[in-house]
């Protein structure tokens, strides 16, 4: 079981100050796409040993923004929301270590060359 985290209120602040901007998805503290380096480092000190967790909510937020975002494509998004919650995990399908088909994400939104085989009735 994870020990209790004492969070300061430094830590508060800094969490507060690097939220969402919708609908663009960039951060409010530094401008860049969401989440950033040091909210993707808040999120992951903060749920420290429930990263289950933090991938559903990226993969919930990542269908969020593929709505609210039409100018990016769905693979740089799958790469701004949920590669970095990948933790030693490797594709069900194919095996690869860069990225992991997560319940709930488009297969479009992730480039799985076993998955588009699958939907297109190739056989490997």
């Known amino acids: 079981m994870a020990e209790p985290v004492l969070y300061t209120e430094r830590f508060y602040r ?10 663009d998805w960039t951060c409010a503290e ?7 380096l040091t909210a ?4 992951r000190h903060r749920m420290r040993g429930f990263y289950d967790l933090v991938r559903a909510a990226t993969a919930g937020q990542l269908r969020v923004a593929d709505t609210e975002i ?25 095996g690869s270590d860069r990225h992991v088909a997560l319940p709930g994400v488009p297969p479009r939104l992730y480039r799985c ?12």
């Open 113 to 124: 060359d076993g998955i588009r085989a699958l939907m297109a009735g190739e056989t490997s």
């Open 30 to 36: 530094c401008g860049c796409r969401w989440p950033c």
């Open 14 to 23: 800094a969490a507060e100050r690097h939220r969402v901007c919708r609908p």
């Open 70 to 94: 039409g100018r990016h494509s769905g693979h740089k998004l799958y790469r701004q929301f949920t590669v970095w919650t990948h933790r030693n995990l490797v594709c069900g399908v194919c």
């Open 40 to 43: 993707r480092l808040l999120i």
